[in-house]
């Protein structure tokens, strides 16, 4: 029998190279849709189980049993098996991690098979004996064969033995008795591609294999036999059971209230209500499952070093974008030391425009260099200097190059317009439809609902139109923060470094196509009936109401600040975003297409929202220490999300909803734009629709009918979970879309696909060169805007720049602010933008996806050239002129770094 054996193994070499077995699975993979072989391929192994056994049995057997041996009957029997060859990469993240796993596995002398990493081959083909899919004999992955500790990922070969009927590999199943890595992916002979990108855990961590599934996208109902019940096993792990305390290496998406902002046992102060629920309604984040607080037994304990931050482990930073984050808090602290010291030397007294300008590098355009004779300098002079020239960058910011400064060194009425339109928060203009404007508070809780605003006031700047006709024509619009800011301003005013009032901005539309502030009004709550609680303030006419009018913008501005970074920036791009991505993981298979189509807006999003609720938004964080809104500053943005849709986050929905554009099917995008020169929906209407002609083209195919939406139970599933889990608070209003039809599903999808990435880049990326400079745009302000009736009325009168400055937040705070934004607003290297066609790989064996990706990437690269040309346009004055800095914002590329430009796919910082 031995040299029976090895005739078998000689004759299988020669009739059936490992990579022929392959080559016939993956032609018959796309002519099938992997269904069993066909019967020509069978009567070669006949041929070779015949001849096995004529060369062991010639002598003694006759030849009817010879005969009988030919038939089919006797394939079942004697199986014929191959090797077949896999090249599995797995990526180093962090090259010292590596070195100590193979030292330590060097080191213990263990052998493979207690060791080892183990995968299986599972097949798309279930077996007959078994009634569950076939799977191969377990190889082994060693570490040891192929070592290459100084590189970022190393391809390792690992043999399977397979039987020849096993089909095409559909899975792997890996099971890891080493230390954690980074299983980038398995390539089967050159042909079955499995893009894994995970971490895999050590089994005495996390015992269950972990299975990964070929490229192939299926539908629930397409999915291969063989395939079927891995595919609802792996989704049930993902789901966990809402119990137990989350460690950093699960990969468990649950739900949880946002009861994890304060740190009750630090004392009352420190406590911070629950957002989610019937009282303060809330999107759900991921649930960490850390124990409560001592103080209140609702509250959550705060992440400390026996308890890290918990997001599910593929969901982590990358050791890129990792280190760039890193590197912009060293940048930051490193230039946050002088001014740290001037501060506190001076014991927070007043400073001076100089003293801020000097936190910046000079500028060669916009500063001057007094140069000394070299005759006339002694040597300690000249010592001085060179040192000085020589550190003078050192410790400095980078000048924001969007924000111009002139003179006064206060934000021009022109450019304060202009930045309601092509800004940092482009998303709250609206166009003015009711005048005297009328609040929707509770009258019996916060005073009247009218406003103070008279036609008096606005009617000298109408270009002789009365205010009806103004609005007619579509000339007034307003900056309205009156209800989002009134309800808290005793909050937010009882700090004696605050104070803030409830602003309405009046702005009217130039011939030029601008937009100039023409009122504004200052509203604190009621309280003596005898001092007005409203104040409107309009464009000056002499020195004194010159001060008076920049302290007013610069009140517009923090509420606008505080507006976006709590409102527009964190709820509707950060928080409402994320019930969608614990859902599409619950629910979505990673076979499922629109997992696939999803999967590159979903990535860094739950790390970036983890570090927010650490850093950012908890208790005595950054929010609360550089904007105004102090300790409500979450509680705002419950307020806000009462009135959340997510119907009106289309971008064309929104531009309605604000009176901004009407419905028009004669324009290019079914829209009237009411401001031509609005760069942010002229530019992201462009990409809107790139979005939406992909998921179009990406639905169609896999959706024909609305009996296939109807009949996908994953799909629904995942919409499901998404409004009556997500956002549990508002799941019963009637403004959701319904999911059934497969246009219900291109709205949805555009949807998430716009909010994860061209909406949140037109509210992040430029938050540096936009606020970077803080008289034009403070976070908070210190002091109220004088009136002759108050004490300072004659502090103001005696030095009005000085009462300016004094308002404006410290030197130290300054600085924290500027350093916060530059890392907000950088790009790291390992960004991933719209329309990169990097990962297409992904859709191998469906080229009609492949074709609509890459006209997808040609939509973005006509995108960023009409954006340049729009840029260079000297009639469009909102983004080009002399000192106007162009619209960026929307270009779809970038490079590292702060660059005011780039659209990331996916809510990354």
Request: aromatic share 10%.
């Amino acid at each position: 029998m031995a040299g029976t054996k090895e005739i078998l193994c000689s004759a299988t070499a020669d009739m059936f190279p490992s990579k022929s077995l392959l080559s016939y699975n993956f032609i018959h993979q796309q002519q099938n849709s992997f269904s069993p072989f066909t019967s020509s391929f069978n009567s070669c192994k006949r041929r070779v189980v015949q001849l096995r056994k004529v060369v062991a049995v010639a002598a003694a057997v006759p030849m009817q049993t010879l005969i009988e041996l030919d038939s089919t009957k006797a394939i079942p029997e004697i199986p014929v098996q191959f090797t077949v060859t896999a090249q599995v990469t797995v990526k180093y993240d962090a090259k010292e991690n590596m070195k100590e796993m193979v030292f330590n596995l060097l080191d213990s002398g263990a052998n493979a098979t207690q060791r080892g990493v183990f995968l299986q081959l599972v097949s798309t083909d279930v077996d007959p004996r078994t009634g569950g899919p076939k799977v191969s004999k377990e190889a082994v992955l060693d570490w040891s064969r192929d070592l290459h500790i100084t590189a970022d990922k190393v391809s390792h070969e690992v043999q399977f033995l397979v039987d020849a009927n096993f089909g095409v590999p559909g899975a792997i199943l890996v099971s890891n008795k080493n230390q954690e890595f980074y299983l980038e992916s398995i390539t089967i002979e050159g042909l079955v591609h499995f893009n894994c990108h995970s971490w895999v855990q050590p089994e005495k961590l996390h015992p269950d294999k972990r299975v990964f599934f070929s490229k192939k996208a299926f539908l629930p109902s397409e999915t291969p036999a063989g395939l079927k019940v891995l595919r609802k096993e792996e989704l049930r792990q993902l789901r966990g059971n809402g119990e137990g305390v989350r460690a950093v290496s699960d990969r468990i998406y649950d739900y949880d209230v946002y009861n994890d902002l304060g740190h009750p046992d630090k004392g009352t102060e420190h406590a911070r209500p629950i957002l989610g629920g019937q009282h303060r309604p809330y999107p759900r984040r991921c649930r960490t499952g850390r124990p409560s607080t001592k103080s209140d037994p609702k509250a959550e304990a705060s992440v400390n070093e026996s308890l890290p931050m918990y997001v599910p482990r593929d969901e982590a930073f990358g050791d890129v974008k990792r280190q760039t984050v890193d590197a912009g808090s060293w940048k930051g602290m490193v230039n946050n030391f002088f001014p740290f010291l001037k501060d506190s030397s001076t014991n927070g007294e007043a400073i001076t425009f100089s003293e801020i300008n000097e936190l910046y590098k000079e500028n060669s355009c916009n500063e001057s260099h007094q140069k000394e004779s070299p005759k006339k300098a002694s040597f300690p002079i000249k010592l001085n200097k060179m040192i000085k020239e020589s550190t003078a960058d050192a410790f400095r910011f980078d000048p924001p190059n969007i924000v111009s400064r002139d003179a006064s060194c206060c934000l021009r009425d022109d450019e304060f317009g202009r930045l309601t339109l092509a800004g940092m928060n482009p998303l709250s203009i609206e166009r003015l439809k009711v005048f005297p404007p009328v609040s929707k508070l509770d009258p019996s809780l916060y005073g009247p609902q009218e406003s103070a605003l008279r036609e008096e006031h606005i009617i000298h700047h109408l270009d002789g139109m009365s205010v009806q006709r103004a609005m007619e024509k579509n000339k007034l619009f307003i900056l309205d923060y009156h209800d989002t800011y009134l309800p808290f301003l005793n909050s937010i005013n009882a700090h004696p470094d605050r104070k803030a009032y409830a602003t309405r901005t009046i702005l009217f539309l130039t011939q030029m196509g601008t937009l100039k502030p023409i009122a504004i009004e200052l509203s604190l709550p009621p309280m003596n009936p005898y001092i007005p609680s409203k104040q409107v303030i309009t464009p000056p006419v002499d020195a004194t109401t010159c001060w008076q009018w920049q302290l007013a913008k610069a009140h517009v501005c923090s509420n606008d600040s505080g507006a976006h970074e709590l409102i527009q920036h964190w709820l509707r791009t950060h928080a409402c975003i994320e019930p969608f991505i614990i859902a599409a993981h619950r629910h979505l298979s990673v076979m499922h297409p629109i997992h696939k189509l999803l999967r590159p807006h979903m990535r860094y999003t739950m790390d970036i929202n983890a570090r927010a609720r650490e850093l950012l938004i908890s208790a005595g964080g950054i929010i609360e220490s550089l904007f105004s809104t102090k300790e409500v500053s979450m509680e705002i943005t419950s307020f806000a999300y009462k009135n959340w849709r997510f119907d009106m986050e289309t971008l064309p929905a929104d531009l309605i909803r604000r009176g901004i554009a009407e419905p028009d099917p004669t324009e290019p995008h079914g829209l009237k734009l009411l401001i031509e020169d609005y760069p942010y929906a002229n530019d992201g209407l462009l990409i809107w629709a790139a979005i939406e002609k992909l998921v179009r083209d990406f639905v169609t195919y896999y959706y024909p009918s609305a009996g296939h939406i109807q009949s996908d139970p994953e799909l629904n599933a995942w919409y499901y979970e998404f409004i009556n889990v997500g956002h549990a608070d508002i799941r019963h209003e009637s403004w959701w879309p319904r999911l059934s039809t497969p246009e219900d599903l291109v709205s949805i999808l555009t949807t998430i696909i716009w909010i994860a990435s061209a909406e949140h880049a037109a509210l992040n990326f430029g938050q540096y060169h936009y606020g970077g400079y803080v008289p034009v745009r403070p976070s908070y302000m210190r002091r109220l805007v004088p009136n002759e009736h108050d004490p300072e009325y004659a502090t103001f009168l005696a030095d009005p720049e000085g009462y300016f400055v004094s308002s404006l937040p410290s030197l130290r705070e300054m600085t924290f602010l500027m350093s916060v934004l530059d890392i907000l607003s950088t790009h790291s290297p390992d960004e991933e933008y719209l329309g990169d066609t990097r990962d297409l790989s992904t859709w191998t064996g469906d080229p009609e996806i492949i074709e609509a990706f890459y006209r997808f990437s040609m939509d973005m690269r006509m995108v960023e050239k009409e954006i340049a040309k729009r840029n260079a346009d000297p009639k469009l004055r909102n983004r080009c002129g002399a000192g106007v800095s162009p619209y960026e914002l929307l270009v779809p590329s970038s490079k590292p770094g702060v660059t005011c430009r780039g659209v990331p796919n996916s809510v990354t910082i």
